[in-house]
């Protein structure tokens, strides 16, 4: 495989994508493996290895090793510290939580990360990640002054600094098992302002809802919990049909 960054580019050319999200603590190597096969066999385009507790390298290294044998598209580390990175993946989100008051969160991480990461050869795909009310856990733990759902212009803020600022691509996030995504009106705002592309994930449960944010403007869907409560049923095959329709196929 090519650069990541470069595959997903090239493939974001002819329409929005999906990653599916999957917890290797919930679902370890092999059990990974399977989703995600299921997953790409119904149009995903990528898949996310990460969950908001602590996951050791050893376990992420052998999920990432079980997903890369079983599909062909890009195995991506969604951190949520680092101890999770490992150079079995084709590359990490460097992202840095752009509202969080902990500064840890927003850069210092980072800085001790960045000789291991380069040391390892894995390739980053800088990020600015946005979390939107209700934020759930990742609002909680990551300490957050999350963007009111009625505040659009502090979320286009916020993306077009991350921009600015020479990042790849912005995440809004809603919160892993939100009630309801992110707004679709903030979608548009912050996707009508910025120049890199949107990634939006939190709560994305239904076709209806993917058609929504499709609709707003969401190049990359994120989807974790519906997958993990439901498999690969109605909500998330719904889902990739929204994503499969959008992108003309
Ligand atoms: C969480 O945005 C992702 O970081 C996915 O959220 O689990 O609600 O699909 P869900």
Redesign the pocket.
């Known amino acids: 495989m090519g650069r990541v960054a470069d595959v997903l580019a090239e493939r974001l050319r002819s329409g929005p994508l999906h990653f599916t999200?999957i917890d290797p603590d919930k679902s370890p190597g092999e059990k990974a493996a399977a989703i995600a096969a299921g997953a790409v066999a119904l149009g995903s385009d990528a898949i996310?290895l990460?969950g908001?507790t602590g996951i050791s390298r050893e376990k992420m290294a052998a999920a990432a090793r079980a997903v890369k044998s079983a599909v062909p598209v890009p195995t991506i580390i969604?951190p949520e510290g680092p101890s999770s990175i490992t150079e079995v993946a084709d590359a990490v989100l460097f992202m840095s939580l752009l509202n969080s008051r902990r500064l840890d969160l927003v850069i210092r991480v980072h800085a001790r990360t960045a000789p291991l990461i380069r040391k390892l050869g894995l390739e980053t795909i800088a990020l600015g990640y946005l979390v939107i009310a209700p934020g759930?856990r990742?609002g909680e733990v990551g300490e957050v002054d999350v963007v009111p759902r009625d505040a659009p212009e502090v979320a286009v803020g916020y993306a077009l600094a991350a921009e600015l600022l020479g990042m790849r691509m912005v995440?809004l996030?809603?919160?892993?098992?939100?009630p309801s995504?992110v707004p679709a009106e903030m979608v548009h705002q912050v996707r009508t302002a910025l120049g890199i592309p949107l990634i939006?994930?939190?709560?994305?449960?239904t076709g209806a809802d993917a058609r929504t944010l499709l609709d707003a403007g969401a190049q990359v869907l994120?989807?974790?919990?519906?997958?993990?409560e439901e498999g690969l049923g109605e909500g998330f095959r719904g889902i990739l049909s929204e994503v499969r329709r959008a992108r003309g196929g």
């Open positions: 999200l996310l990460g908001s969604f759930m990742v995440y996030e809603a919160g892993s098992g939100a995504p939006v994930g939190g709560g994305i449960r994120v989807t974790g919990t519906v997958t993990e």
